[in-house]
Every structure is written in C-alpha cells, then in structure tokens.
C-alpha cells in the first residue's frame, strides 16, 4: 500500500472517530425530542440517552424513575445579548393565572401524555393553584443498552411582535434516577439541572449544568424581526435553585420515605 493511501486511510478513520465520539456526546444526554414555534401548541417528547454509570466499576444501571421541572419559581430570565429582561417583556400569554412572571413563571403550560412504554406509575406535578409545572414518573425500567422517549404536550408561547427575540429557550431540570439514594451520588442518579443547589451538592454527578432545553423559534413569516433587530437574539429562562429543591424531589418515593 503507498504511502498516500496509508495516509489517507489515516485520515478517514481519525475524521470517522471523532465523529462517533461527537455524536455519542450529543445524543447521550436527555434532551428534548423536538424544537417548537411560537403561537402553537405542540407534542414533543423528553429523549433519554443513557442509564447511569458508576464511575467506581463503570458499571450501567437502568433508570427506573424520572422527575420533571418547567421554570416556576422566580425563574431567571437572560437575553444573549446581556441586555437586562423579563419574561413578561418577551413573552405573551406566559400564563393564564397570574400577571406576576417572577411568581408563576411557566406554571400551566406543560402536561404530561400518558405512555407507560417505560414508567409504570405517572403523575403530574402541582404548585399551589393547581397548574401543571413538571412531572413524574416512577417503577421503571429504561434498558442500559436502548434510548427512552418521555411525551408530554406544551401550550404555544407567543413571542411579542415588537421584541428582537428570535427564540425563546426554556431551561428544564430533569433527574434521571437509577437508584433511591438521597442526595444522589454518581451512579445513583443523572441531574440534568443548571447547577449544583442547597439539596444537589454533589458536582461530580452527570448532567449538573447540561438541562434540557426546548426551543421555541420565532415564526419569522407571521412576525418578521425589524431591520433595527439586526440578527435577534435569544431569551433563556432557566429554574432557579430554589424551583430545583423545592420541585425536583418526588413527594414520598425519592428521598424515599423511612
């Protein structure tokens, strides 16, 4: 063989590993199936990429619950431009129960579709007035080796016409649990959250800083951005710690009660 093929094939086979590898990086966190567009309600569902592994022996456990949480609680809103925002200034029709976004953030938008593929038992998650604001489910068992689909259905957002922002990108705490340990440990647990919190210290768990996250694009033929716009930019809204250890946990099951 020559020395340009030897090279070649060098090449090809560096190129293909590492894209193996960027792919495995993408599709192995729990992310969200599809991204949306505003002033529409839409089906989607959260996609679990893997179990839990310890790193002590390397060993994979299956998930056998899930916890769900939309921001609700004094949600922290940021624009990718670092301009100073509000989930109201952004955003209409963020909620049919309150005027205050800081109290009540995405309460009532999201609502869990029933499908037992994985979790036996399923239930949604309440705030005081009765909205919708995450879900659950529990006696489960994801396959180490197989991806998991978790549907669930979100109320259209509608984007204000007079704004910049071209996408609206919700933040979603998840904990994947492979075993009722509380607080979780590596191994025990994936926690798909923004950051570490008073309740989730353990910063060497999977997933702390990666949450999943659910694009709703501008519909830019119904609601062209002004030239003034320039390209746009992005409002994020993202749990606060505070949502994360008051929501995150499973009433009676994860810490599981003594």
């Not at 309150?98 to 705030?127: C, M, W």
């Not at 396959?143 to 669930?152: E, I, R």
């Not at 109320?155 to 979780?184: E, G, H, M, Y």
């Not at 746009?232 to 009433?251: C, F, K, Q, R």
């Amino acid at each position: 063989m020559s020395h340009l093929k030897i090279v070649k094939i060098t090449v090809t086979c560096a190129l293909a590993t590492a894209l193996y590898g960027a792919g495995q990086d993408l599709f192995a966190h729990t992310t969200i199936k599809d991204q949306a567009i505003e002033g529409k309600n839409a089906y989607n569902a959260l996609q679990i990429g893997h179990g839990c592994e310890n790193p002590g022996n390397g060993k994979t456990y299956p998930v056998i619950a899930e916890s769900v949480v939309f921001p609700t609680i004094n949600p922290i809103v940021t624009r990718s431009d670092g301009t100073p925002t509000t989930l109201e200034a952004e955003i209409t029709d963020f909620s049919a129960h309150s005027h205050d976004p800081f109290i009540i953030g995405l309460a009532g938008k999201a609502a869990l579709v029933q499908d037992r593929s994985i979790f036996a038992a399923q239930n949604e998650t309440y705030d005081a007035n009765g909205n919708v604001i995450g879900f659950n489910g529990i006696k489960g068992n994801l396959q180490t080796n197989l991806n998991g689909l978790v549907p669930f259905r979100f109320k259209a957002l509608t984007i204000l016409p007079t704004s910049c922002a071209k996408r609206i990108l919700v933040q979603i705490a998840i904990a994947d649990i492979c075993k009722l340990n509380f607080p979780p440990k590596p191994g025990t647990a994936n926690l798909w959250i923004p950051a570490n919190t008073a309740q989730f210290t353990d910063t060497t768990i999977d997933g702390i800083g990666a949450p999943a996250t659910l694009t709703i694009n501008r519909d830019l033929a119904a609601h062209p951005l002004d030239p003034s716009c320039g390209e746009g930019y992005d409002v994020t809204i993202t749990p606060s710690n505070e949502d994360v250890d008051a929501n995150l946990p499973i009433p009676k099951y994860w810490p599981k009660r003594r």
